[in-house]
Nanobody
C-alpha cells in the first residue's frame, strides 16, 4: 500500500538531459529519506543520489556530481532527479527508494522501492 512509482526514463543521446520523477503515495514524504539508485545488467546496484527527510542533506556519487540534481516537493509527494550531460555510463534501470530513518546513508535498509524506469544513453 506504500508505493513509489518512477517515470521519465527513455532513450537519450550522449549530452542530452532527462528528468526522472518519483511519485509517492501512502505515506508522508517528509518523514523519509529518498534515494535514487541505478543498476545495469550484471552489475551491482549503485547508490546515485539521496535527499534527507529534513531536506538539509543531499548526496551525489562522484560520477554524477555537477550533472545531476535531486529535489523534492513534499506538498505533492514527488521526488525528481534532473540529469544533464548524460553519458553512456549512466545507462541503467533507475529506482527511487525510501528509508524510515530520514538520513542519507548507504548502509541503511531502504524499505520501499519503485518498479524502476529504464534510462538508455546511446548514439
Amino acid at each position: 500500500q506504500l508505493q513509489l512509482v518512477e517515470s521519465g526514463g527513455g532513450l537519450v543521446q550522449p549530452g542530452g538531459s532527462l528528468r526522472l520523477s518519483c511519485s509517492a503515495s501512502g505515506f508522508t514524504l517528509g518523514y523519509y529519506a529518498i534515494g535514487w539508485f541505478r543498476q545495469a545488467p550484471g552489475k551491482e546496484r549503485e547508490w546515485v543520489s539521496c535527499i534527507s527527510g529534513s531536506d538539509i542533506i543531499t548526496y551525489y556519487t562522484g560520477s554524477v556530481k555537477g550533472r545531476f540534481t535531486i529535489s523534492k516537493d513534499n506538498a505533492n509527494n514527488t521526488i525528481y532527479l534532473q540529469m544533464n550531460s548524460l553519458k553512456p555510463m549512466d545507462t541503467g534501470v533507475y529506482y527511487c527508494a525510501a528509508n524510515v530513518w530520514r538520513r542519507c546513508d548507504p548502509s541503511l535498509v531502504y524499505d520501499y522501492w519503485g518498479q524502476g524506469t529504464q534510462v538508455t544513453v546511446s548514439s
